[in-house]
């Protein structure tokens, strides 16, 4: 395929979930995004719910987080953009190694960490990983991954500007949803990647995502759309691209949702 046939189908992909989120006309081209601007100026002040009798926000990697040996311990500082930083999450992954921590391992092909970029300013997080993710190793590659591709693009990121990963790194047998003791096992680093990149916003994606960040069980159906915070970085609940997929009708919500996030990001939506 010609690198123009790409081009193409991306911009196609992208008008296609333009038009399926319910958007009628184009916004004018955004400036240029501002990294370096702080975020808590650039935020529309999201109220910080914190449900009666709900324990703390968890502690960061190198605060105590179980499992993780570190030697080089993580700034809490933001941006994270240093050599040393970057560096982190090749050590976080190192620490994993051919993890057996929790009853996930046996069944899975590849262990799936997370892809990205190790200075993102958003980081998508997902439940775990599917057959297609299991098999290539790396998160949101199938038809969820497609959709939240096109969700991407069409909020101004490319998939390379973001980082994505799961709450789980091993695929649960027959996709079921991941259990306590195996979102408590693989916790310390999610933790980890989350403090290492200290992104500016964080969108949990689905039920799973947003209940094990938030340490709360409240339905995704209401916590949606509602501004939280994750150690102290706004975080985003909103659909998951699979629900999507079986619930069309539902992605203008999520779109409200990826714009109140490209707002908080100070940033405006691109011209398609
Ligand atoms: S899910 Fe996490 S804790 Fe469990 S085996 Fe995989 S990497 Fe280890």
Redesign the pocket.
Known sequence: MAPWDDILADLRGHLVWLADAGVGEIPAPPPAPKRAAAPAAALPAPPVPHRAGAPPPPPLAGEGGAGIRRSHPVSNTHPASSPEEKLTLLQIRAD?GD????K??PG?KN?VFGVGNPSAELVFVGEGPGSEEDLRGEPFVGPAGQLLDRMIAAMGFSRGQVYICNV???RPPKNRNPEPD?MD??AP?LRAQIASIRPKVLVALGKIAAQHLLSDSTPITRMRGRWRKYAGIPLMPTFHPAYLLRNPADKGKVWEDLKAVVTALGRTLPKA
Not at 99 to 102: G, L, S, Y
């Open positions: 994993l993890c057996r921590r929790c996930l391992a899975r262990l789980v790194k091993c195996e096992a693989c680093f």
